[in-house]
């Protein structure tokens, strides 16, 4: 009983890391859904009607966005314990990263959640015209894209450490630590934001997009090569 236990916790620790990252990927495009449309770039008062008319459409991608982070926060602490045979340092490194960009993120939610409450009649706001609430309402939704800039790059250092500890390992297919890498080196091109939105967003999405798909699938599907990952976890444990 004790060695199938042993030989099933790493598959499972995979296998619950891939539905993480699964519902993290669905609620960040559900987010993505909800949200579109309702921006009008230029027209503040557009903007406000479309925010009002569906607010329970804005309220679901807000709750989605948080699902998506938490799922993501459950993804970092589950990768660490996973790939910290390969190296322990790095592993925890990674971790911290990711973290870091999901509380960038979590915080970038709020210039989603504060045009409701402006565009909602919140009373310490009374004595502002509706044209400056409505150019207010488009302020804080403008600042949103710009702080995905911020946490894309902790995430694309993220990748890269985890692409490495792919690579390195020998329980996992090299060709996933790769495509994460990649992925990473992409991120990191919005270090130049003009560079990386406007040059390489497109190819930085499809990377992305493969990247996480990718590396969803083996992980929920597949797992890990049990084996080879008590071989690695022997290893870093002699070597400590």
């Not at 479309?50 to 807000?62: M, P, Q």
């Not at 004595?127 to 804080?140: H, M, P, R, Y």
């Not at 560079?195 to 969803?216: D, H, R």
Request: aromatic share 14%.
């Amino acid at each position: 009983m004790m060695i199938r236990t042993a030989e099933a916790s790493p598959r499972l620790t995979a296998r619950v890391a891939g539905i993480f990252y699964l519902l993290n990927v669905i609620t960040a495009f559900l987010s993505l859904f909800s949200f579109r449309g309702l921006v009008v770039s230029g027209d503040p008062a557009a903007t406000a009607t479309n925010i009002v008319a569906h607010g329970s459409r804005f309220r679901l991608g807000f709750a989605s966005e948080i699902i998506a982070t938490a799922c993501s926060i459950a993804v970092t602490a589950l990768f660490y314990e996973l790939f910290k045979p390969v190296n322990r340092s790095l592993s925890l490194l990674a971790a911290f990263f990711r973290l870091i960009a999901c509380a960038l993120a979590a915080f970038s939610y709020l210039f989603h959640l504060a045009p409701l409450q402006i565009l909602g009649g919140a009373h310490h706001l009374g004595t502002l015209k509706s044209e400056e609430l409505q150019a207010l309402s488009l302020l804080l939704l403008s600042l949103q894209p710009r702080s995905i800039n911020i946490f894309i790059i902790f995430f694309g250092f993220h990748f890269v450490l985890i692409g490495y500890l792919i690579f390195r390992s020998t329980f996992l297919p090299r060709a996933l630590g790769v495509l994460a890498a990649f992925a990473g080196l992409g991120a990191l091109t919005f270090l130049a934001p003009p560079l990386g939105t406007y040059l390489l967003f497109p190819y930085l999405a499809a990377i992305f997009l493969l990247c996480e798909v990718s590396l969803t699938l083996w992980l929920v599907i597949v797992g890990v090569d049990v084996q080879r990952w008590q071989e690695q976890a022997r290893a870093a444990a002699f070597r400590a």
